[in-house]
């Protein structure tokens, strides 16, 4: 829903600040007290081109800003802010649009920068604005399947049907991939070869590079690794008293001691115990001078294998793991070259059996679209009925998409087009909504529409711009009620002339000019209470203080309570 709009220096708006409510929120006032300046404004900030003729006089750029907070979970809305970095604060969202002289200005949704088309598909996802030449989402053919869908609880079925249309895709690719390859296949079989008998031929261990580089280290610096043994060996066990013997001499001696007293004893126990560590280093040692030589035989070999594995992982990876891989890959994809007449035989197989199922499956698909389109196309046209057009002819089109053979021709969706057409008049040809001329009759068509799906549009707020033009009476009684229940499940805002379709709103707001200063402007004030009352009586006949108004005002107020 949207929270607040906020206007500066646009046509005749200093600035301004309106405030709407959930529920259904009506805006009135004389005519040409500039309730379009602010259908303009909203226009503006859902996205439409902007002129430098909308900027106030002696300004020098306009600003509309609003505050949208999204009620309804949508996934792919929130897909679609996510992937633009767009992270809602406290589960609202601000809009910014600056308009300047050269038709251009910044855009920004939640401080990030968006282009206009951006804005556009944003306000798409939240908000309708029907009007007598303006209508949005249902103007969009690709919507109305989105509808039925949902009118009907389809959505799942369609998702099943477009995993299919994926997989067959991938199925039908990889039997491409098969007759690519064919074409290439004695070239790319003695390459994997040669590649796979490199890798198995080096016999590559797991991390065996690092372990040779090890090994060289020592058989490179053999001499003074050796030289650094020798004197260690020479400390531990030198003849005249080594440090063996001198700490085994210390230990004896601490012994005593600590016969004599006790306080010695932990002392002592240490450098007994440090003795023993040190004769068993001295042994360990002795061992390892014992088996070390250096072999340049060796020091050679492992030179070779190193320089072979790294030749290796510059051809086939980065690591000794990599390569192997490389290989496991290789032989796979060998296999499958070595097997391209068997693989296409059960590709074709599996793809045949595929189709077949996701023919039926889109066939089932269509015929439960069919009904559901016949149920819809039922109630829509008892509102039509309701809203004083009793010849209107409302259909809901489920057309099979088929190839020049007869084949489906099956996408994501299914096989279906969708589409919503109308005639007014008995005898005229149902036709495209868009191509509806009658401004009066597609607002009414429109709200029709909305009211029956108003549970499964996920569009979270309507805007209805002179939808009340050229009716009265029994008709617009009819209106005031759909909009007031269609405001349960939607936030509608509503500009209107008429005082029927006003008293049934939550909300009300007057739109008024004022002068000061040799300027005008507009401003804007919700009314409740005796100040309402006072503005439908000025609706009803032109003159708020006549008490015939006042009465009448009174009773519509009272009545609309009771509904």
């Known amino acids: 829903m949207i929270e607040r709009l906020t206007v500066r220096n646009f046509i005749l708006v200093d600035e301004l600040e309106l405030e709407f409510e959930r529920g259904f929120t009506v805006l009135s006032g004389e005519t040409g007290a500039g309730k379009s ?11 439409e081109r902007a002129a430098a003729d909308l900027i106030r006089s002696g300004a020098e750029e306009a600003l509309v800003t609003g505050v949208f907070r999204p009620d309804r979970t949508d996934p792919e809305f929130h897909r679609w802010i996510a992937d633009r970095g767009i992270e809602p604060e406290d589960e609202a969202l601000f809009v910014r649009r600056v308009v300047r002289s050269n038709g251009r200005g910044p855009i920004s949704i939640q401080g990030v920068p ?10 798409g996802y939240c908000i309708d604005l029907h009007s007598q030449h303006q209508h949005q989402s249902l103007f969009v ?16 079925r369609v998702a099943t049907v477009g995993e299919s249309v994926q997989r067959l895709a991938a199925l039908r690719a990889r039997l491409d991939g098969l007759d690519q390859q064919a074409r290439d296949r004695e070239r790319e079989i003695e390459m994997l070869e040669f590649a796979i008998g490199e890798i198995h031929a080096a016999s590559v261990e797991p991390n065996e590079e690092r372990t040779l580089s090890e090994e060289r280290e020592r058989l490179v610096h053999f001499e003074r690794l050796y030289e650094h043994v020798r004197s260690c060996l020479s400390v531990l066990n030198a003849d005249d008293g080594g440090l063996v013997a001198q700490i085994k001499q210390a230990a004896r001696e601490l012994a005593d001691a600590a ?22 280093v001295a042994f360990s040692t002795a061992a390892y001078a014992q088996e070390l030589t250096f072999d340049p035989a060796r020091l050679e070999e492992v030179e070779e294998r190193i320089t072979t594995l790294r030749r290796l992982k510059r051809k086939y990876g980065d690591s000794e793991e990599a390569v192997l891989q490389y290989a496991d890959e290789a032989q796979a994809k060998l296999s499958d070259l070595s097997n391209v007449e068997e693989n296409r035989e059960r590709l074709t197989t599996e793809i045949r059996a595929l189709e077949s199922a996701l023919t039926d499956a889109a066939r089932t698909l269509h015929d439960r679209r069919a009904a559901v389109a016949a149920q819809l196309q039922g109630a829509i046209s008892e509102v039509l009925r309701e809203l004083a057009m009793p010849h209107a002819a409302f259909a809901v089109d489920v057309a099979l998409k088929q190839s020049g053979s007869g084949a489906l021709v099956i996408g994501a969706s299914g096989a279906d087009t969708v589409r919503f057409l109308f005639s007014a008049n008995p005898g005229e040809t149902e036709r495209p909504l868009q191509k509806i001329a009658s401004g009066g009759e597609i607002s009414r068509v429109m709200l029709a529409i909305k009211s029956v799906l108003a549970d499964s549009d996920r569009i979270e707020t309507l805007v209805f711009d002179e939808i009340d033009a050229g009716i009265g009476g029994e008709v617009a009684v009819a209106i005031a009620g759909h909009m007031r229940d269609l405001s349960r499940a939607t936030q509608l ?37 005796e100040e309402r009352e006072l503005e439908i009586a000025r609706m009803l006949s032109g003159d708020a203080g006549a008490e015939e108004s006042r009465v009448h005002a009174q009773a519509l107020l009272e009545r609309s309570r009771g509904d």
């Open 37 to 47: 300046v602010l259908v303009g404004a909203l226009r503006v900030l859902f996205g």
């Open 114 to 123: 968006v282009s206009r088309s951006d804005l556009e598909t944003f306000a």
């Open 141 to 156: 053919e690709k919507n109305h399947r989105l509808l039925v869908d949902r009118f009907g609880g389809l959505e799942e």
């Open 493 to 529: 805002i509503c500009i209107t002339h008429l005082a029927t379709i006003a008293v049934r709103a939550d909300n009300h707001i007057v739109v008024e000019k004022q002068s000061s200063g040799g300027r005008t402007s507009i401003a804007v004030r919700p009314v409740t209470g």
């Open 259 to 280: 016969g004599i007293d006790a306080a010695l004893s932990d002392a002592a126990a240490r450098i007994e115990s440090a003795g023993y560590e040190t004769e068993d």
